[in-house]
């Protein structure tokens, strides 16, 4: 989820319980370095020069695509992308910074890290794997990273990965607006760099874009899910999976609004996937209260008037309530 506040509601509440579990931030994309491009809300995005972007909801795609199913890139010679966080609630401090990223040049220069006024080369690079690797960095929460481009160069920048060494949890969060399952797939790079975050448990909210267009085919939805799951199981094949049903939504035909019968399908696959994989299902689409449960929601501001989306208050319930529900899960598993 691009915008972020349901997963970081659940990561708050995560931390807010256990805080010795908190970790590095995880996987981050400088969504806001692009025009038009919304930022999750627990850090800000500053750019200097000018970034094009090439997202996986495309189906082709200017620039190879990872694990974040997005990219920024810079033809200037000089640009800046600075990362600022913003969560009074969660506090991160990052000593190691992966920037996944490659240039159209072999000759490229390598991007340097900024921390305050002091600057920091890559400790390592790993070119076939598009990484550069910062370690042993300033603890820090903020940074910038600088790239300098030669002739008609460009460098491309796929995500940032920020750790520490302190054992616990890392709750990573990525997402792409408008994106469907399919859309994942379509990504060159996605389950090589799975390895990179090596996952034990995988909670996947996609389904509502799927669901919401003209050609919507159960056994396709459910074919591609599965593919997915596979990836993940590739690099880990004990990875647990939670799949999160569609909430109950609208399509919008001429100024009418008619409910979504497919979300009855997606749960209905959910379920199944879920069985067939020995996973979980986190019901939300039950939760609400079924179908045409959306203008209840909505007429509580929980719910924005496209009813298709949240409102943050929302979204900040849900994530209550998946953590309340992972949280339940695991303590039941333990008695």
Known sequence: MQAGTFPNTVRQELWNVYPDLMTGRGMIFPYAAAP?????IDYRTRSVGKFGLVRNVHQEHA??????GIAVYTLDSIAEIKIIHR???TKFNTT??????????????????????ISFLSAKIIPEKRQFVYENIWATDSFTFSFVNKDT???????MLLENENPGITYHSIGVN???????LRC??????????SPDMVIFGLG????????????????????LVQQFKEVNPNCFFVFITNNDSYKKVGKKYHVNKNALEVRKIMYELADETGSAVFDQFEIMGGLHSMEKWRLAKLAQNDRVHFTKAGYELMGRLLFNAIIEAVLGARR
């Open 153 to 159: 160069a460009s460098f491309i920048i796929t995500g």
């Open 208 to 227: 509502i874009n799927d669901a919401s267009g003209p050609n919507f085919d159960p056994a396709v939805f459910k074919e591609n899910y599965l593919t």
């Open 96 to 117: 190691k910074i992966t920037l996944l990223g490659y240039s159209t040049e072999d000759s490229a220069s390598v991007p340097v890290l900024w921390i305050d006024t």
């Open 178 to 184: 408008g994106a469907s399952v399919d859309a994942f």
């Open 63 to 68: 620039y190879p695509l990872g694990i974040t």
């Open 188 to 197: 060159a790079h996605f389950e090589e760099e799975i390895e990179l975050l």
């Open 87 to 89: 969560d009074s609630l």
């Open 36 to 40: 038009k491009c919304n930022n999750p």
